[in-house]
């Protein structure tokens, strides 16, 4: 057996995917919530005999591996490790990466760093005062503070440093996960951070790869982060994307500025939340988020840096092809932390229902200006020259001239002439037919009767899927895999006596027929196979409507012959004909 087999075979899915959605017994099968989509009924199905899941909702499905990659943002390859390391099987690496080694000690000193940070916190004397600013002024509750394992650095000048040491770790070692730092003058190394508040920097795997310090003593700078190390790298890495991915997939990525956003948001319930942790948004941070989602939503400081970082943002997300969005922070509070903390609920809905970019252009630059002045209607036109000048929807341009003339007073031709300087065909219409064009051929209901009967004969008791079976001929199925499927399935079954196994069954077609079944064994039809009376009606109506079409198909056929023998004045061959045309009529009746 291989690796990547000898991995699938320990993994189980249901314990996989139940570390991300809550799963349910249906019958043969789990149901929950898709992670990959929002929805309120459970469409999301994972079969534990095929080790596969289906959500007939988005459509996403696979194996365990496929699932990890998805929910995750990663590669196969990454997928493989993450299963292995949890299934207890060694890869066999190809060729030695010579950086694994370095890279395995400096997670272990952060995490080590983290664990001793976060003791201190909750648990020391000296990170009493710590503790109380962040529950007290911050309202951060416990479990917040346990769940993100916060921490904090004592004003101590190397406390972490002889910890370490006394772990046997050595200081090149330490100072290049970048928890100490050499001293100014002289030798030796003294602690990188003191008198902070521990944020530590938790990967897509869940290791520690560096920390955010805040000054608890109004020092400057006022957060400290971990430099670039081999594990830690600023410009590609998202505070809390760990905890938000799940959220993200179903309702885009939020970004705030900072940790505390993140987790008081988090704390409130809204999860999809992330940070970029004090540095400037990133072509590479966005490249991420778009393994998770289309939409970017920003949710800057009120002030007007802040503002300027979601301009900023904004054209970089446009580049990457993101679906655009901001929440406006009132400017009564400083941040969303302090509008969550203020008025949760209207923090929820703001976030819930974000506005459109050119909503946010027009409000920032009404803000900024003086719209009662001619002056001030003069910038405000400028800048908003520039921004709508890549409106390619006439549409969307309509409605903004309109608006814009009302706040400045304008009339319409003037802000139309401005506003439109460069504007191209609509987009709208070329994106509905976009649309057509994507969804042509889609001819197969999924509810189809043909696959519904299958679907139902896969759960159904030997005796009486034998019974339908026998009834049943391939001539019944219009559609070439479900006939294949078909085909097989009556042979499996008519000479079966023991219980049907799925596995065994799904391995015997061909790889098209294989994941077909394997689908429809993945839907959601047990509160109907496991009632006998309803299964019966069931299969009974299933059986009339597939019999009821292969009659009307062959009426079509019969019809088209008698006109030719008709054509051909081969009057037996019309009687003959009329004659089984009559038969199958009655047949409908």
């Not at 201190?120 to 000296?126: A, D, I, K, Y």
Request: proline content about 3%; glycine content about 6%.
């Amino acid at each position: 057996m291989d690796q990547i087999s000898e991995v699938k075979q320990k993994a189980d899915i249901v314990e996989v995917i139940g570390n991300y959605v809550t799963l349910t017994k249906a019958g043969r099968n789990y149901k929950g919530l898709c992670p990959f989509h929002s929805e309120k009924t459970p469409s999301f199905m994972v079969s534990q005999e095929l080790q596969l899941y289906k959500c007939f909702g988005c459509g996403q499905g696979g194996d365990v591996f496929a699932f990890l990659q998805n929910i995750e943002g990663i590669d196969f390859a990454q997928a493989l490790e993450q299963l292995a390391e949890k299934t207890g099987v060694k890869l066999e690496r190809a060729q030695y990466d010579p950086e694994a080694g370095k890279k395995k000690l400096l997670f272990e000193i952060n995490h080590l760093t983290a664990e001793f940070y976060h003791y201190l916190l909750t648990r020391h004397p000296s990170g009493k005062n710590a503790l109380d600013y962040l529950k007290n002024k911050r309202k951060l509750s416990g479990e917040a503070v346990k769940e993100f394992k916060l921490g904090y650095a004592p004003e101590t000048w190397d406390t972490v440093y002889q910890f370490l040491l006394k772990k046997k770790y050595d200081p090149n070692d330490m100072a290049d996960a970048g928890v100490i730092v050499r001293k100014s003058s002289g030798q030796g190394y003294i602690d990188k951070y003191r008198g902070r508040i521990m944020f530590p920097f938790t990967g897509m795997d869940e290791k520690i790869v560096g920390f955010s310090g805040r000054t608890v003593l109004d020092r400057d700078p006022k957060y400290l982060n971990t430099g670039e190390t081999a594990i830690f790298h600023k410009s590609s890495f998202i505070y809390g994307l760990n905890k938000a991915k799940v959220a993200i997939k179903q309702s885009g990525a939020v970004f705030v500025e900072g940790p505390v956003d993140v987790i008081s948001a988090c704390q409130a319930g809204i999860r999809n939340v992330v940070a970029t942790s004090g540095t400037a948004l990133t072509a590479m941070q966005l490249k991420l988020i778009a393994r998770y989602t289309e939409d970017a939503i920003f949710c800057f400081d009120s002030d007007t840096a802040g503002a300027a970082a979601i301009q900023r943002a904004i054209e970089l997300a446009e580049k990457e092809d993101l679906n655009v969005k901001v929440v406006i922070v009132p400017d009564k509070y400083a941040d969303l932390d302090d509008y969550i903390k203020a008025d949760p609920q209207g923090a929820k809905a703001a976030i819930k229902n974000p506005v459109p970019v050119y909503d946010f252009f027009v409000a920032d630059a009404l803000k900024k200006n003086n719209k009662e002045s001619a002056l001030g209607k003069k910038k405000i036109m400028e800048e908003l020259g520039q921004k709508f000048s890549k409106v390619t929807s006439s549409v969307l341009l309509d409605h903004y001239i309109k608006l814009i003339s009302k706040e400045l007073n304008l009339d319409t031709e003037t802000v139309h002439g401005i506003l439109s300087g460069k504007s191209k065909p609509d987009a709208d219409n070329l994106s509905e037919e976009k649309d057509e064009i994507r969804n042509e051929g889609y001819t197969l209901s999924k509810r189809s009767p043909q696959e519904y009967l299958i679907a139902l004969l896969l759960k159904t008791p030997l005796d009486t899927a034998q019974s339908i079976l026998y009834k049943l001929a391939q001539k019944d199925f219009t559609n070439p895999v479900l006939q294949e499927i078909f085909t097989e399935l009556k042979e499996y079954n008519l000479g079966r006596k023991r219980k049907f196994d799925i596995k065994y069954f799904s391995n015997t077609l061909s790889e098209e027929n294989q994941n077909s079944v394997n689908e429809l064994y993945l839907w959601d039809v047990e509160h109907i196979t496991e009632e006998p009376r309803r299964l019966e009606i069931e299969l009974e109506t299933a059986f009339a409507r597939i019999k009821r079409e292969t009659a009307k198909k062959e009426l079509k056929e019969l019809t088209d012959k008698i006109k030719q023998a008709e054509l051909e004045k081969n009057t037996k061959l019309v009687g003959e004909l009329s004659e089984k045309f009559k038969n199958i009529s009655e047949r409908l009746l």
